[in-house]
């Protein structure tokens, strides 16, 4: 490509601007403070959000929209959900009338509950959405960065725009598979974030495998009944962007949100884990949002349930677990 641009430089935002600026992608990487871009242009790193990873010299951060996306042939939309619409709406003035333009954001907007794709389309206007994809899957910023294998999807309803798409961030090290299930993709990547949380309190209470694995199995149901009333296809919610980042997330020890569920669980206050992250835990706001979305569609979600009552109405996150253990008994 030409030129690409990333806008959001934090730990994600960097990671997929430093995989297109190494596959020699001319890449300008949007920080909306302009004194994070200074820096990471002098010292060649993202100190702040993603310090173990080098940048190469094809990669410049900006605080100037306009510089970012003048000429862009790739737009990358990677600020946490509850800044999007406030970024798009600056960065539309900006966009180039084809330029491709992917969504990284994994979240639904609090009190329109919009997912990304619809905060998108309302913003940018219904022509746009060939030229709209969404890429989501278990992907630490961390080891993309550091060149591990990893697996992601990209989701379009364009199949051309889409597959333009998945060639751009694909390398050796990033396996980038195709769906036309945007909404399955975006709910499943959004929804596991709260899942995330469950099963990291769980960790930090001492609970163990079963509980783990039960937390990912029944969070995955809830997250596929949303998902179907909301017009996805339950198939896509086994994939890279369902099961796949659930599983990461809910084991792995760099998710931020199985640390926010693991330091409650270990007796931590949420307003004392989140002011020490330093980073987004989407899934506090996604919550609220998922929560809001089950009473209004009518979907049975008790995980998420628990886990927004944990959160907002200062639930004990103990009597949470009895009463999830102690609804009336159904099947499978
Ligand atoms: N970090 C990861 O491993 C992955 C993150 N994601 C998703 O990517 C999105 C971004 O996450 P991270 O980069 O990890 O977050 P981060 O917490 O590392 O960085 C957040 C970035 O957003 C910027 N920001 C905050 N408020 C803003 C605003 N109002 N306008 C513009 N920029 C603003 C911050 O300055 C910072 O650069 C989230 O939706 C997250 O769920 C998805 C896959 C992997
Ligand atoms: O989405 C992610 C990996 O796929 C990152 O998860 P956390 O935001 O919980 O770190």
Known sequence: MSKVAVLGAGAWGTALAKVLADKQNPTFLWSHREELALLINERRVNERYLPSAP??????????????????????????????????KLARPYIPNRALICSATKGIENDSLMLMSEVLVDE?????????SYLSGPSFAKEVAAGQPT??????????????????????RLRVYQSDDVVGVEVGGALKNVVAIAAGAA????????????LI????????????????????????????????????????????????????????????????????????????????????????TEVYRVLYEQKPALQAVVDLMNRSLRKE
Request: charged letters at 20%.
């Open 151 to 172: 697996a992601v999807v990209v989701a379009g309803k364009s199949n051309d725009e889409t597959v333009a798409v998945q060639h751009a961030f694909a390398t050796e």
């Open 55 to 88: 940048l190469p010299p094809t990669l410049r951060a900006t605080g100037d929209l306009e510089e970012a996306l003048a000429g862009a042939e790739l737009v990358v939309l990677v600020v946490p959900s509850h800044a999007m619409r406030e970024v798009v």
């Open 203 to 214: 960790d930090g209470f001492g609970f163990g495998h079963n509980a783990r694995a039960g």
């Open 124 to 132: 940018l206007g219904r022509g746009v959405e060939p030229r709209l």
């Open 217 to 304: 199995t029944r969070g995955l149901a809830e997250i596929a009944r949303i998902a179907m009333v909301k017009g996805g296809s339950p198939l896509t919610l086994a994939g890279l962007s369902g099961l796949g980042d659930l599983v990461l997330t809910c084991t792995g020890e760099l998710s931020r949100n199985r640390t926010v569920g693991y330091e409650m669980g270990r007796g931590r206050t949420l307003d004392d884990v989140l002011t020490h992250l330093g980073h987004v835990a989407e899934g506090v706001k996604t919550a609220k949002s998922a929560y809001d979305l089950g009473v209004k569609l009518d979907v049975d979600m008790p995980i998420t």
